[in-house]
């Protein structure tokens, strides 16, 4: 089993719309969790962090159920500018500065 | 202030030949890690290089190693290339000591290495 599972998609949705990523992750030990936005030929860029208690961007939502061992991603009113590949992150152990991330999901929003 | 900057862009090899790619980490940060990104895939942990030691490695051979600077700056070395090694490879850097706030990577736009 992979440490960090994400649909693939393509998920392609038109603007305006509500869109819903799901991540699963294996260490029931993970510390930290991420939401990184990946463009076409482009490095990796931090989105958001997702906290217990869940948390909140303007039109970006975290959650995270440590139970389920389950991260995701709602991406409200959606924007063509939205369109990339949004990566699922998860860090094992406190204290080391080793992520591991999922395949991503991508997004296409259509006009 | 100058973000990570990672060099050459584009490298082309055959297989067989070694290969070395650089990375300045952004200013103020002292801890540069290595991923693979093959194409479809997330970023894969290769190492992690702090006060110029190896201090954490992923699942890669021997074939893969680094070495880190006083300068903080850091070389990707990888030899006897294969063809699966091609890939994009991202060169991350952060502060060591803010790892408690989370790992709050800034990534360098990534070297594109194609083994022919």
Not at chain 1, 74 to 97: E, H, M
Not at chain 1, 102 to 109: A, D, I, Q, S
């Amino acid at each position: 089993r992979k440490e960090v599972e994400q649909d693939p998609g393509p998920f392609n949705v038109p603007e305006g719309a509500t869109v819903a990523f799901n991540c699963t992750y294996s260490n029931s030990a993970s510390q930290s969790f991420f939401w990184y936005r990946q463009d076409c030929r482009k490095e990796p860029k931090l989105l958001m962090s997702v906290y217990s208690s869940g948390n909140e961007d303007g039109r970006f939502t975290a959650q995270l159920n440590r139970a389920s061992q389950y991260i995701s991603l709602l991406i409200r009113d959606s924007k063509l500018s939205d369109s990339a590949t949004y990566l699922c992150v998860v860090n094992f152990k406190t204290g080391a500065n080793n992520l591991f991330f999922g395949t991503g999901t991508r997004l296409t929003v259509i006009p | 202030d100058a973000g990570v900057t990672q060099s050459p862009t584009h490298l082309i090899k055959t297989r067989g030949q070694q290969v070395t790619l650089r990375c300045s980490p952004k200013s103020g940060h002292d801890t540069v890690s290595w991923y693979q990104q093959a194409l479809g895939q997330g970023p894969q942990f290769i190492f992690q290089y702090y006060e110029e030691e190896e201090r954490q490695r992923g699942n890669f051979p021997d074939r893969f190693s680094g070495h880190q600077f006083p300068n903080y700056s850091s070389e990707l070395n990888v030899n006897a290339l294969l063809l699966g090694d091609s890939a994009l490879y991202l060169c991350a850097s952060s502060n060591r000591d803010r790892v408690s706030e989370g790992e709050k990577l800034f990534f360098g736009s990534g070297t594109q290495l194609s083994v022919l």
